[in-house]
Nanobody, 120 residues
Framework: QVQLVESGGGLVQAGGSLRLTCAAS????????MSWYRQGSGTQRELVAS???????NYADSVKGRFTISRDNAKNTVFLQMNSLKSEDTAVYYC??????????????WGQGTQVTVSS
């Protein structure tokens, strides 16, 4: 079994910053792509940013230049640095990881979500 634990959400004023962390643990052989998604009230879950194990990144147009995704492969951890936050960034943020387990099987796992609220 694999668990993803997110932290770092909270309430911040517009223009402020937050850093989200997601740590994967359990029966892991390797962690492949890691991503952050978000889901606002009444909206569909959307991709915010992703990063491969080699460090290649991809961002939603709405966060380019403001958010930075990074990872620590030794700790199976992914980060999302969010700067210049806007009220429209308010959402529950979810971490997703593509994991090869110790049984050499590939699975997709999701974290429980962390709330980010940006006040204007």
């Amino acid at each position: 079994q694999v668990q993803l634990v997110e932290s770092g959400g909270g309430l911040v004023q517009a223009g402020g910053s937050l850093r989200l962390t997601c740590a994967a643990s359990g029966s892991i052989f390797s962690v492949n792509d890691m991503s952050w998604y978000r889901q606002g009230s009444g909206t569909q879950r959307e991709l915010v940013a992703s990063i491969t194990s080699g460090g290649f990144t991809n961002y939603a147009d709405s966060v380019k230049g403001r958010f930075t995704i990074s990872r620590d492969n030794a700790k199976n951890t992914v980060f999302l640095q969010m700067n210049s936050l806007k009220s429209e960034d308010t959402a529950v943020y979810y971490c997703k990881a593509i994991v090869t387990t110790i049984l050499k099987r590939l699975y997709q796992y999701w974290g429980q979500g962390t709330q980010v609220t940006v006040s204007s």
